[in-house]
């Protein structure tokens, strides 16, 4: 990671980690519905009623876009899971340094001798 790097609104982050993973879940829904319906095709295009090789390049194109489906989903997930992440831990270390500069900057000042 670049040393550049800044996080100018860290809940902006988590929020799109929380989308990324609805997407996740709606492409999972989406791609399940080509995968069924070409099955089906799949089997209604073998055996003995079809002697083309149509039925078997069916089946073979749905378990592609099925494992491509399952591979765009855990990427979705994964890139989720790290924004969240990412922004919630941003969060939780900027709370934290807010409070500790309060915390030296009040035990300075009784510290003083100007008060």
């Known amino acids: 990671m670049s040393s550049n790097t800044k996080i100018g609104d860290p809940a902006s982050l988590v929020k799109a980690g929380s989308r990324a993973t609805e997407l996740a879940g709606e492409t999972d829904t989406a791609g399940d519905h080509p995968v069924g319906e070409t099955r089906a095709a799949a089997k209604d295009f073998a055996g003995t009623q079809w002697g083309g090789g149509l ?6 194109l749905a378990d592609s876009w099925s494992k491509k489906t399952a591979d765009l989903v855990r990427e979705c997930r994964s890139l989720g899971g790290q924004c969240a992440e990412t922004g919630r831990n941003y969060l939780l270390v900027e709370s934290q340094n807010h ?12 510290d003083s001798p100007f008060g």
């Open 55 to 60: 039925g078997g390049s069916l089946a073979d």
């Open 99 to 110: 409070s500790l500069m309060i915390n030296t900057a009040k035990n300075a000042a009784s």
